[in-house]
């Protein structure tokens, strides 16, 4: 199974960037899709965006539809990569990435491995 290990976030103003990185420590990589999630205070978690093992990526909330949150995976380096802009303080939350064989899922159940975490706190 894989082992996954988030690293990237930050305090941030808005407006600003960050780029979340989700590094596979173990397992079969190649063979996985990543997802990003996150988990804004007092709200469930929410899928953002994935990756598969062939590259195709899935959208899922209208800031990755629009281009504000980029996924990205090097292969070789057994990491999956989050790269947000525009900042806004509604994109406060824990993120989260998780991963599974294959294809891409919205929902977090499908889901068998996940990161601790990595907070990212957009304020003034």
């Known amino acids: 199974q894989v082992q996954l290990v988030e690293s990237g976030g930050g305090l941030v103003q808005p407006g600003g960037s960050l780029k979340l990185s989700c590094a596979a420590t173990?397992?079969?990589?190649?063979?996985?899709?990543i997802g990003w999630f996150r988990q804004a205070p007092g709200k469930e978690r929410e899928a953002v965006s994935c990756?598969?093992?062939?590259?195709?990526?899935?959208?899922y909330t209208v800031d990755s539809l629009k281009g504000r949150f980029t996924i990205s995976r090097d292969n070789a380096k057994n990491t999956v990569h989050l790269e947000m802009i525009g900042l806004k303080p509604e994109d406060t939350a824990i993120y989260y990435c998780?991963?599974?064989?294959?294809?891409?899922?919205?929902?977090?159940?499908?889901?068998?491995?996940w990161g601790q975490g990595t907070h990212v706190t957009v304020s003034a």
């Open positions: 990756i598969d093992n062939t590259g195709a990526i899935a959208r």
């Open positions: 998780a991963s599974r064989h294959y294809n891409c899922k919205r929902s977090s159940e499908f889901y068998n491995a």
């Open positions: 173990e397992g079969t990589f190649e063979y996985s899709a």
